[in-house]
């Protein structure tokens, strides 16, 4: 599990014209609630906060540093903008050493399926409810040797001690079929072929 330590400063200008200016000055603008407590409104630093995310993952536990007071978050959402590569809003959770979290964790396939198989990875990511303290950057699947007609489904991923899973046990994470043939991809070419000689 990663930590990292962040340098918040409080936001006292709301609406879509401060949060311009906000981000114009090299910050995301991010609130951070839960367990009760009053939302904070805080800007974070740009460069910073996205260093963090791309070195440690999503779910890095983050210490805020917000005027000399520490609180433990979790980046719950992260907006990103839809074109330029920058975030534009971030949600963080804030969370208590000790206490459990429901997070989306990666899931890293190992090993190569037996040969003449074709592995489609039909889920990437896997919610489990976890200890803070012990919330995995990735959950590791191994497919060595699985043969063709293989099906993982999320309940036979194993799970990290003390993890609980929270998505559908029999949601399909890894499909294993027989590759096809060159002689069946050349059957297909040439029926989209004469199809498309029919059209003409």
Known sequence: ???ALINAEIRTEFGKGAARRTRRA???PAVLYGH???VKHLALPS???ARVIREHG???VLTINIEGKQELALAKTITTHPIRPYIEHVDLLAIRRGEKVAVEVPIHLTGDAAPGTLVTHELDTIEIETEVSHIPE???LSIEG???GTQITAGEVPLPKGAELKTDPETLVVNIVAAPTAAELGEGEAGEEAAEG???
Do not use: D, T, V, Y
């Open 1 to 3: 599990m990663a930590e």
């Open 26 to 28: 090299g910050k995301i």
């Open 36 to 38: 009760g407590a009053e």
């Open 47 to 49: 460069l910073e906060f």
């Open 58 to 60: 999503r779910n890095a």
């Open 138 to 140: 990735a959950i590791e």
């Open 146 to 148: 699985r043969e063709a």
């Open 198 to 200: 029919s059209e003409g």
